[in-house]
T-cell receptor
Framework: EAGVVQSPRYKIIEKKQPVAFWCNPI?????LYWYRQNLGQGPELLIR????????DSQLPKDRFSAERLKGVDSTLKIQPAELGDSAVYLC?????????????FGSGTRLTVV | QKEVEQNSGPLSVPEGAIASLNCTYS??????FFWYRQYSGKSPELIMF????GDKEDGRFTAQLNKASQYVSLLIRDSQPSDSATYLC???????????FGQGTRLTINP
């Protein structure tokens, strides 16, 4: 079974440019999460989807960040325009149900560097 | 008070010794607790979870939970250099619909 797939693995962009990250969850996993991990810190939740509905986006900086999960499978996270402080690893995770009963499975992440 | 707190370390342990990693949490309603291991440049990998008070053993790893004290720990016996990584404690909050991570403890096993 394929795990959570993310792309790209690395991205370097200049500030004020747009960037997008893509995630394909484990087949059958209805709940999808986007986390951001700053250097030396634990992951922090940005947004949680149940199928195609964003049920928790309270930590998503909505002035520059947007996300979508069309058809309840793949998801895209976008930043426009990027700022220097957005440099981090963006992790996608999925779980079989809406609770964290069995934990999450993470993808390999996208390391974003804004210069 | 942070929802999940860990000592960031670094924690240095000689090879073959026991490494002890600690985590406290604030949500008394939390029912399950997770330990993730993260190698440098890699994503977090789930290695242990525990639901009940007491100990849970899996090979060289033992998770310990004390709900009254809101404390969970991870013991690694016979530590190996390959155990060198950052260990993240994670606790579900808000009715288990949101997994919150501690900042992680960086562990180094010295040969």
């Amino acid at each position: 079974e394929a795990g959570v797939v993310q792309s790209p693995r690395y991205k370097i962009i200049e500030k004020k440019q747009p960037v997008a990250f893509w995630c394909n969850p484990i087949s059958g996993h209805n709940t999808l999460y986007w986390y951001r991990q700053n250097l030396g810190q634990g992951p922090e939740l940005l947004i949680r989807y149940e199928n195609e509905e964003a049920v928790d986006d309270s930590q998503l900086p909505k002035d520059r960040f947007s996300a979508e999960r069309l058809k309840g499978v793949d998801s895209t996270l976008k930043i426009q325009p990027a700022e220097l402080g957005d440099s981090a690893v963006y992790l996608c995770a999925s779980s079989l149900d809406r609770t964290a009963t069995y934990g999450y499975t993470f993808g390999s992440g996208t390391r974003l560097t804004v210069v | 008070q942070k929802e999940v707190e860990q000592n960031s370390g670094p924690l240095s342990v000689p090879e073959g010794a026991i490494a002890s990693l600690n985590c406290t949490y604030s949500d008394r309603g939390s029912q399950s607790f997770f330990w993730y291991r993260q190698y440098s440049g890699k994503s977090p990998e789930l290695i242990m979870f525990i639901y009940s008070n007491g100990d849970k053993e899996d090979g060289r790893f033992t998770a310990q939970l004390n709900k009254a004290s809101q404390y969970v720990s991870l013991l690694i016996r016979d530590s190996q250099p390959s155990d060198s990584a950052t260990y993240l404690c994670a606790v579900p909050i808000q009715g288990a619909q949101k997994l919150v991570f501690g900042q992680g403890t960086r562990l180094t096993i010295n040969p």
